[in-house]
């Protein structure tokens, strides 16, 4: 992959997803779209884009931009959000809206539910919508299959919220239909033109995501989840990601938790 092909692969996905890949992700973009190559029978890189650019390769941007979505998740990972999840459920009154950014295969968005579930019961008056830009992910997260004993998820819960395979699914488990129940998966795009005007959501996870944009495409995504929130309303953002300097949109609550202004 040469230098050129590489910077035509940076302005399409930044185009296309508001990714921004720095010059040492060039070992990581070559992994991955050579798979595509392969798939697609394109013998180099700059044969790919063109079919990419052409109007019979626009089904296959999916793909290009499935592959180049990096995906770490776990059960209940950073911590210290369900703990504050769960204090300000404890005190919650009324229907809630929830809206998990960046559902990849499922597991933040049931960790989430799994904590409404035990804090305001299994029946309470709440919907999680569950979005990625990434549409392979989401098939796994609908699914709601994951391996036995995940990291990040107890004994006791995995108990309660999964049923153990059996036989053919022995080594594997499900979500349970009344958990399941809570969330509505979907595909979405956080730089799209166009953002759903629905009901205004109480509380927003966008964890881990900003860090893959720069500082312009991270300020109109704030300015957009700013416009899909209630007055009041918590964000729960990444560990190493900080919008102390949009106070006109968010303030500072809690450690990577924003309360919309």
């Known amino acids: 992959m040469t230098q050129s092909e590489f910077t035509r692969i940076r302005q399409l996905i930044y185009q296309r997803a508001g990714i921004s890949l720095h010059e040492g992700k060039h070992a990581m973009v070559f992994s991955r779209l050579t798979r595509r190559l392969k798939e697609t029978g394109h013998t180099s890189f700059s044969e790919y884009l063109n079919f990419l650019e052409s109007g019979a390769g626009q089904a296959e941007f999916e793909q290009f931009t499935n592959a180049l979505t990096t995906n770490l998740t776990a059960f209940f990972r950073e911590e210290h959000h369900f703990h504050a999840l769960h204090d300000a459920l404890s005190k919650w009154t009324g229907p809630l809206r929830l809206w998990c950014c960046a559902a990849s295969t499922g597991e933040e968005p049931y960790s989430l539910a799994m904590v409404i579930a035990e804090t305001l019961g299994v029946r309470a008056q709440a919907r999680i919508v569950a979005t990625d830009i990434d549409t392979q992910v989401l098939a796994t997260a609908r699914s709601g299959v994951y391996p036995v004993n995940p990291r990040g ?4 819960r995995m108990h ?3 049923l153990k395979g059996v036989r053919g699914n022995e080594g594997r488990m499900r979500v349970k239909p009344d958990l399941a129940r809570m969330i509505e998966f979907r ?12 009901e205004p959501f109480d509380m927003i996870f966008c964890r881990n995501v900003m860090i893959y944009f720069d500082e312009r495409t991270q300020r109109e995504v704030l300015r957009n989840l700013h416009g ?34």
């Open 160 to 162: 309660q919220f999964f």
């Open 153 to 156: 998820l107890s004994a006791q």
């Open 228 to 261: 899909q929130m209630k007055p009041g309303g918590l964000l729960f953002v990444g560990h190493s990601e900080n919008f102390t300097d949009a106070t006109d949109l968010f303030r500072l609550r809690g450690k990577t938790i924003y309360e919309r202004v």
């Open 187 to 198: 595909p979405f795009n956080l730089i799209s033109g166009t953002w759903p005007r629905g």
